[in-house]
């Protein structure tokens, strides 16, 4: 993994995230794209107050190349993102959030076969599925952590 520092986001961050997220679901055949780039920039810049959300920065170039989402009042990530699959950005992401909490949980679509592996790797495992309500019409599996 190319070397890597973890922070927390602020407001100047979100275009890179939202860019980030526009990317993957453009590259995502199976994922609809249900909100533009305003909307999901609209989303993070809300969830700043009310989440910790911690950005993976390559330092030589201050670049956002990764952001993960959580919420500690529900010990919920809420997303997990990397402009770069498989560059170790999620895992430092994942750590980060990991570090002084006993229990995590998420939800990841059930046909993101990569994620759920990553997820097991990182000691997550299955406990439900379910279809949400429209507009996100794509079945998701929860996922809980424990150390």
Same mark, same amino acid.
């Given at each position: 993994?190319?070397?890597?520092? $973890?922070?927390?986001?602020?407001?100047?961050?979100?275009?890179?995230?939202?860019? $980030?997220?526009?990317?993957?679901?453009?590259?995502?055949?199976?994922?609809?794209?249900?909100?533009?780039?305003?909307?999901?920039?609209?989303? $993070?810049?809300?969830?700043?107050?009310?989440?910790?959300?911690?950005?993976?920065?390559?330092?030589?170039?201050?670049?956002?190349?990764?952001?993960?989402?959580?919420?500690?009042?529900?010990?919920? $990530?809420?997303?997990?993102?990397?402009?770069?699959?498989?560059?170790?950005?999620?895992?430092?992401?994942?750590?980060?959030?990991?570090?002084?909490?006993?229990?995590?949980?998420?939800?990841?679509?059930?046909?993101?076969?990569?994620?759920?592996?990553?997820?097991?790797?990182?000691?997550?495992?299955?406990?439900?599925?379910?279809?949400?309500?429209?507009?996100?019409?794509?079945?998701?599996?929860?996922?809980?952590?424990?150390?």
């Amino acid at each position: 993994m190319t070397e890597v520092l $973890i922070r927390r986001a602020t407001s100047s961050d979100v275009p890179a995230m939202a860019d $980030i997220v526009c990317s993957w679901e453009a590259e995502t055949e199976w994922m609809p794209t249900l909100y533009g780039a305003e909307k999901i920039a609209g989303f $993070i810049r809300d969830a700043l107050s009310e989440r910790e959300i911690w950005v993976a920065e390559e330092p030589a170039t201050r670049a956002v190349q990764g952001y993960l989402s959580f919420d500690p009042a529900q010990g919920r $990530i809420g997303g997990l993102y990397c402009a770069r699959r498989g560059s170790g950005l999620g895992k430092a992401l994942m750590d980060k959030v990991k570090e002084g909490r006993s229990a995590l949980w998420l939800h990841t679509h059930a046909p993101n076969l990569r994620a759920q592996e990553f997820y097991r790797r990182e000691g997550f495992v299955e406990v439900s599925r379910h279809t949400p309500e429209p507009p996100e019409t794509v079945e998701e599996i929860r996922m809980e952590w424990a150390s």
